[in-house]
């Protein structure tokens, strides 16, 4: 079941929340729930605070299942509100910065050990590429390469027109393609 099938029916779920039906929020927190834990991780880079953030994304996810419009998905939709969550409980802190360079990814069971070391050590230096460029773009790297999100998505989601998401993105992957060279980073995986 691939991720379009699966979230068809997110709609329909929140249709059901709204109604107060507690079976559709397990599910849909169950098939979000990791995403968007990953997600606000990155700006957290606290577990701990990521956790809260989390329950209160689904709590608002709850409260405004009956104001979903369906302007966008709803994978969308709660990463908008997630992003919001994250955004407010960083600023709470003011010691404790924004973490983008946090990538979490899940290693390959297909590959074998030599290769996921090997993607490691890349995947840690291209985190550190990515940790150098500003946080606008490095938000915009993050929806869009780690988060998948579309254009118009993460348009939605940051609240900006999609011309500038696909702008900054130019920009982004101009600048990280230089950062990378200079970090001796090639394109390729082994």
Do not use: N
């Not at 997110?10 to 834990?37: E, K, N, T, W």
């Amino acid at each position: 079941m691939g991720k379009q099938t699966t979230e068809s029916d997110d709609p329909q779920l929140l249709a059901r929340i709204a109604r107060g039906d507690r079976l559709a929020m397990q599910v849909l927190f169950a098939r979000h729930r990791l995403r968007v834990f990953r997600f606000i991780l990155r700006f957290l880079r606290d577990e701990g605070r990521a956790e809260d953030a989390l329950a209160e994304t689904f709590v608002d996810v709850w409260r405004q299942a009956g104001a979903f419009e369906g302007r966008s998905s709803v994978s969308t939709w709660i990463l908008s509100i997630a992003r919001f969550k994250a955004l407010s409980i960083a600023r709470m802190r003011k010691d404790a910065p924004l973490d983008d360079d946090f990538a979490a990814g899940l290693a390959d069971e297909a590959d074998d050990p030599e290769v996921r070391m090997a993607k490691g050590d890349k995947a840690a230096v291209l985190r550190a590429c990515i940790q150098k460029l500003s946080p606008e773009h490095r938000e915009i790297v993050d929806l869009v390469y780690y988060q998948e999100q579309s254009v118009e998505e993460a348009a939605a989601i940051i609240g900006i027109p999609p011309a500038t998401v696909k702008t900054r993105l130019f920009y982004a992957r101009q600048k990280l393609s230089e950062i990378c060279k200079r970090a001796g980073v090639d394109r390729g995986w082994p």
